[in-house]
């Protein structure tokens, strides 16, 4: 048996109970009790994760996701606060669209900002409540080193209508992922862009012309490519994934789903996880005694609230 392999202990009906639950217990709280939700589903998970012997395990709870939110919240209804008298002082001035340009111009900005501010608390949170071995995981990432890494990224992504998207996101893996710890001991990923670019071009090709048959086949390259590119303590992580797997899975999650009217869903969700999280393993063993706990004190969960009530506005929208 590989002692290296991840193993997932998950089963369809411990899940589907959970699901009840939350979805009881969301609807008579008018969507209050989806921040337990949502800690509840992560628990579970993360518990019954187990690599090397030992079991992972998550601390979050819905009482700070809930606060964030809240907090997200009021930031929104001040910006929003500010930007709309903002709009009101320029439309004094006798000059054409200008408080409308400027408005657009400050709403883009502000869009800028988040991004960086939801991708690093939003890791810094989920890190910090992640245990394993009694040690939490952690994050060292910058606002400002991620936002002109995104910037920049973004930018050269548009005006090369997505070609540039493979280097931006070996560079964006690199850093999130070099930045990301347990304990005191980072991760690396070393990858490149060129590669990826190729892998995605080949990707996106023969799912054209197979009518979407090889998008398994390249979701699984996709994820033995980032996988064979981690490392910890300078040991490679591997990924044997295949797209027949992947493929098979996916035609048996459709059936079980739509035999069962959707309440099959626990089960299927169960079956791709242990498939995804079963296919990776390290090449040697970690060496724990030189890993000591580092706490990140600077987590909490606003940023989370602002991905949260992003979703929430996105749903009422569309």
Known sequence: MDN??????ATGGGLF????????????????YSFWAKTNIQKYMSENIEWAGERFSFHGTGKERFIGFLKALGIIIVLGIVLAIIGKILEFLPIPYLSLIVTYILYL?????????IVVGNRKYMTSR????????????????????????????????????????????????????????????????KEIFFLYLKGFFLSVVTLGIYYS??????????????????????????GGQIFVNILLSYLIIIVTVGIGFAWVMVRMSKLFLEAVSLESDVDFSTISAQADRGANATAEGLEALAETLEAFIT
Request: aromatic letters at 18%; glycine letters at 10%.
């Open 4 to 9: 290296n392999r991840i193993k997932f202990h």
């Open 130 to 193: 992640t245990g394993y071995r009694n040690l939490r995981f952690g994050f060292d990432g910058k606002l400002l080193e991620v936002g002109k890494l995104y910037a920049k990224g973004i930018f050269l992504t548009v005006i090369t209508l997505g070609i540039y998207y493979p280097w931006f996101f070996a560079e964006k893996e690199a850093y999130l992922q070099g930045k990301t710890r347990y304990g005191n001991t980072n991760f690396g990923f070393e990858a490149d862009g």
């Open 217 to 242: 086949w390249f979701v699984a390259d996709v994820q033995n490519y980032i996988w064979n590119h981690t490392s910890f303590q300078n040991k490679k992580f591997k990924c044997d994934l295949t």
């Open 109 to 117: 900005g502000i869009l800028i900002v988040l991004v960086p501010i």
């Open 17 to 32: 109970l959970l699901l009840l639950k939350n979805m009881f217990l969301t609807i008579i709280t008018l969507g209050i």
